[in-house]
C-alpha cells in the first residue's frame, strides 16, 4: 500500500502561484508513476501532468503546458506541482496519484493510489 497526502492548496489571485506537494508513504518504490489530477465540481477527472520517481520524461495537458512544472524529491519521497499564472478555471480540488507501471499515462483509471485532495481556488 501507497499512502498519499497533498499539501499546498489555497485560494489565489489570477495570475499569481502556488506550489501544490504530495507526500509518499508506504511501500513506494523507484518504479512507481506519479501524477497530478484535478476535478471542478460537475466536471469528470482531468489529467495534470505526470513523471516516475526515477526521472525520465514528464507529461502535462496542454491547458497548462508552459505554467505548471511536475518535479520530485527522492530524498524526501515527494512530489512536487508548482502552478504559474494561474488562472480562474484552474480551480478545482488537485489530487495526487500513483500507479505500478503506467508510465505517461494521463488516464486516472490507469492509478491505483490517490491522495485525500487539495482545493485550490483561483480568483478574477
Known amino acids: 500500500q501507497v499512502q498519499l497526502i497533498e499539501s499546498g492548496g489555497g485560494l489565489v489571485q489570477a495570475g499569481g502561484s502556488l506550489r501544490l506537494s504530495c507526500a509518499a508513504s508506504?511501500?513506494?518504490?523507484?518504479?512507481?508513476?506519479m501524477g497530478w489530477f484535478r476535478q471542478a465540481p460537475g466536471k469528470e477527472r482531468e489529467f495534470v501532468a505526470t513523471?516516475?520517481?526515477?526521472?525520465?520524461?514528464?507529461y502535462y495537458a496542454d491547458s497548462v503546458k508552459g505554467r505548471f512544472t511536475i518535479s520530485r524529491d527522492n530524498a524526501k519521497s515527494t512530489v512536487y506541482l508548482q502552478m504559474n499564472s494561474l488562472k480562474p478555471e484552474d480551480t478545482a480540488v488537485y489530487y495526487c496519484?500513483?500507479?505500478?507501471?503506467?508510465?505517461?499515462?494521463?488516464?486516472?483509471?490507469?492509478?491505483?493510489?490517490w491522495g485525500q485532495g487539495t482545493q485550490v481556488t483561483v480568483s478574477s
Open positions: 496519484a500513483a500507479n505500478h507501471d503506467k508510465y505517461g499515462s494521463s488516464w486516472y483509471r490507469d492509478y491505483d493510489y
Open positions: 508506504g511501500r513506494t518504490s523507484s518504479t512507481y508513476v
Open positions: 513523471t516516475m520517481w526515477s526521472g525520465g520524461s514528464t
